[in-house]
């Protein structure tokens, strides 16, 4: 069974840190671009990273850079999201993703995680 399993939510306080973890299993991902997004209630779903699973190419948006670092560890089969400096507009359910390199959209999510940054 395929599947990408999130964990590493819970609460933290503003200017802490978490880091949440996606293990990808059921098939090999090394091909594949891993994501992770994240929707605040009342939002939109937004892109908050990308990787490649080399991980010779990362993206960031504008509202975590330089304070979030995704990564892979192909051992583990495993991709983390370092947050730091946590803002509590980075309150969200993150879920992560995963998209093969034919495709134009994430195929395959995970059940998601709920951060939540308190003022």
């Known amino acids: 069974q395929v599947q990408l399993v999130e964990s590493g939510g819970g609460l933290v306080q503003a200017g802490g840190s978490l880091r949440l973890s996606c293990a990808a299993s059921?098939?090999?991902?090394?091909?594949?671009?891993m994501a992770w997004f994240r929707q605040a209630p009342g939002k939109e779903r937004e892109l908050v990273a990308r990787?490649?699973?080399?991980?010779?190419?990362?993206y960031y948006a504008d509202a975590v850079k330089g304070r979030f670092t995704i990564s892979t560890d192909n051992v583990k089969n495993t991709v983390y999201l370092q947050m730091t400096s946590l803002k509590p507009e980075d309150t969200a359910v993150y879920y992560c993703?995963?998209?093969?390199?034919?495709?134009?959209?994430?195929?395959?999510w995970g059940q998601g995680t709920q951060v939540t940054v308190s003022s």
């Open positions: 993703a995963a998209r093969s390199p034919i495709s134009t959209m994430y195929n395959l």
């Open positions: 059921g098939r090999t991902f090394t091909t594949y671009y």
């Open positions: 990787i490649t699973w080399s991980g010779d190419s990362t």
